[in-house]
């Protein structure tokens, strides 16, 4: 039992350093993005983004020997998760571009809290009013980044609000997509609705595409294998140890992202940004430690009416 529980702690522990490592890949990953926005129109970006991105996908599962395309593909789940996928991307994108990176990180947080509440509404899993609370909570915490009502507050952080709500979607279509469908074959397709959303903005803004300079190019491409890596460590990290114990090592992207933000982009920190920081992530982590509690069974009475581990039995 003891041999067990030391594996069973390695195999936590050794999750959530993958689960850091995926965060901090992925707050690299928005901080070339960002860069790139500079100079690139946003459309240009998402369509060599995608592209890339759908490339290497393509590359690791045909290595594994999987066909790139199966019926499941367009299945309804997968439909409704191309959509959140474009949604998703295409307003990150755009609010890393215009906003600070850290209040598009922030907000990004948020998404685990919106998974919860839409688990309940569509597959009907059990939410208790603690959870309900927490995200209640959690979504003040939103409202206090932005500041709707008042001077400082900006309409261009809507978009991030906008795309958290879109990868929480497609998370929630994730867990609905058929299980024949690999890791692979889910970030092939992802990729390829970061290109639709490139295509489709580009079209709506109208803009002419830049020539990319070299620093540029080479941005661009540290952002796609960022991506990639990033989303082979969480995929490693949630196979890895218990869900529920590397998953609150998600809000370290909250860290990565601030602190990118304030050594590369100058950008500053406020009371707002704090508390509603402090609001999300304090919320995120009870409702993963709610989601714990309520799968530990409470001990019962064996059949023949001793008691567990020589304790009476409460009535």
Not at 18 to 35: G, P
Not at 48 to 60: D, N, T, Y
Request: hydrophobic share 55%.
């Amino acid at each position: 039992m003891t041999t067990r529980l030391l594996n069973d702690h390695k195999a936590n522990l050794i999750g959530s350093l993958w689960m850091v490592a995926a965060m901090a890949v992925f707050a690299v990953e928005d901080a070339f993005i960002k860069a790139a926005a500079d100079v690139l129109p946003v459309g240009q970006i998402l369509v060599i983004f995608g592209i890339g991105g759908a490339l290497v996908f393509a590359g690791l599962a045909r290595l594994n020997g999987e066909p790139l395309f199966v019926k499941d593909v367009v299945s309804r789940p997968m439909r409704f998760r191309i959509m959140f996928e474009i949604v998703g991307r295409l307003f990150y994108v755009l609010a890393i571009a215009v906003i600070p990176l850290s209040a598009a990180t922030v907000i990004l947080q948020a998404t685990p809290l919106v998974v919860v509440a839409g688990a309940a509404l569509v597959f009907g899993e059990k939410v208790g009013w603690r959870r309900w609370t927490a995200i209640i909570i959690g979504m003040i915490g939103v409202v206090v980044i932005i500041r709707p009502g008042t001077d400082s507050f900006s309409v261009l952080s809507v978009l991030a609000v906008i795309g958290m709500i879109g990868f929480a979607g497609r998370d929630l279509a994730s867990r609905a997509a058929p299980a024949s469908l690999s890791t692979w074959l889910l970030g092939l397709y992802g990729f390829f609705a970061v290109i639709i959303a490139g295509v489709f903005y580009s079209l709506w803004q109208a803009q002419t595409y830049v020539r990319p300079s070299l620093e540029i190019s080479l941005f661009l491409l540290l952002a796609v294998l960022a991506g990639v890596a990033a989303y082979s460590c969480l995929m490693k990290a949630m196979r890895t140890g218990d869900v529920s114990a590397v998953t609150p090592f998600r809000y370290t992207r909250l860290l990565f992202g601030i602190a990118l933000g304030v050594l590369l982009f100058g950008e500053e920190l406020n009371i707002s940004m704090l508390t509603g920081s402090g609001l999300i992530v304090l919320s995120g982590l009870f409702i993963v430690w709610r989601g714990k509690a309520a799968k530990v069974p409470a001990p019962t009475a064996p059949a023949s009416g001793k008691p567990v581990s020589g304790k009476p039995v409460s009535k």
